[in-house]
């Protein structure tokens, strides 16, 4: 079964790790696909640090195009880790790579904990970060459209559009995890609407 932590930003992070069970004995891989702009050796630095106390074992791919998706190599650590942390970044750059490849099939079928607007990929409906609208993403999941913050009148475009979907803009503090079912674990700075009204994640 999927199991899916989403955390708005790494200031959330910890608690993502204790949503998704991580514990010593486990092997972790982190994957940089997303960061490919920004710098994947920066962006798995940073979650190597932060996953440093819990002495497990990590792993890192970069995975930064279509060639590295389709690697057998990094899928095999993608396969072999109990837990696949996929860093922030370019949502749409990180759709093209994963989509149709045997990276994202892994990933379909692994742990995952992700970070940011990279978490927005996986849902059947995603949000172009270009201008708010509803576009296709992995799907991952269906009915609910995951998102991070963005300006208010982004926002409220893509509430109009998105009509009777469920649209959970995580702030930096909040994690969510599905697993089949949706549940809210930290909702500190987390927003739900429904067709532009304020709603609940289990509606």
Do not use: N, Y
């Given at each position: 079964m999927l199991n899916i932590v989403f955390a708005g930003s790494l200031d959330a992070f910890e608690v993502a790790v204790m949503a998704a069970g991580l514990t010593p004995a486990m092997t972790v891989c982190?994957?940089?696909?997303?960061?490919?702009?920004?710098?994947?050796?920066?962006?798995?630095?940073?979650?190597?640090?932060?996953?440093?106390?819990?002495?497990?074992?990590?792993?890192a791919v970069s995975a930064i195009n279509r060639a590295g998706a389709d690697d057998p190599g990094v899928v095999?650590?993608?396969?072999?880790?109990?837990?696949?942390?996929?860093?922030?970044?370019?949502?749409?750059?990180?759709?093209?790579?994963?989509?149709?490849?045997a990276l994202g099939d892994?990933?379909?079928?692994?742990?995952?904990?992700?970070?940011?607007?990279?978490?927005?990929?996986?849902?059947?409906?995603?949000?172009?970060?270009?201008?708010?609208a509803p576009t296709t993403g992995l799907g991952f999941f269906e009915d609910v459209v995951v998102?991070?913050?963005?300006?208010?009148?982004q926002?409220?475009?893509?509430?109009?559009?998105?009509?009777?979907?469920l649209l959970v803009e995580l702030g930096p503090r909040?994690?969510?995890a599905y697993d089949g079912r949706w549940r809210v674990v930290a909702d500190d700075d987390i927003v739900v609407t429904r067709g532009?009204?304020?709603a609940n994640l289990s509606d």
């Open positions: 982190v994957v940089a696909t997303a960061a490919a702009f920004r710098g994947p050796d920066e962006a798995i630095a940073q979650i190597q640090v932060l996953l440093a106390p819990s002495g497990v074992e990590v792993s095999a650590s993608v396969k072999m880790a109990d837990l696949v942390v996929v860093a922030d970044g370019a949502t749409l750059h990180a759709r093209s790579v994963w989509r149709h490849s892994a990933l379909g079928e692994a742990a995952l904990i992700c970070v940011g607007s990279t978490g927005s990929v996986l849902g059947e409906t995603m949000i172009d970060p270009r201008g708010g998102s991070v913050p963005v300006s208010a009148e926002s409220q475009r893509s509430r109009q559009l998105l009509g009777d979907q909040s994690v969510v532009g009204e304020p």
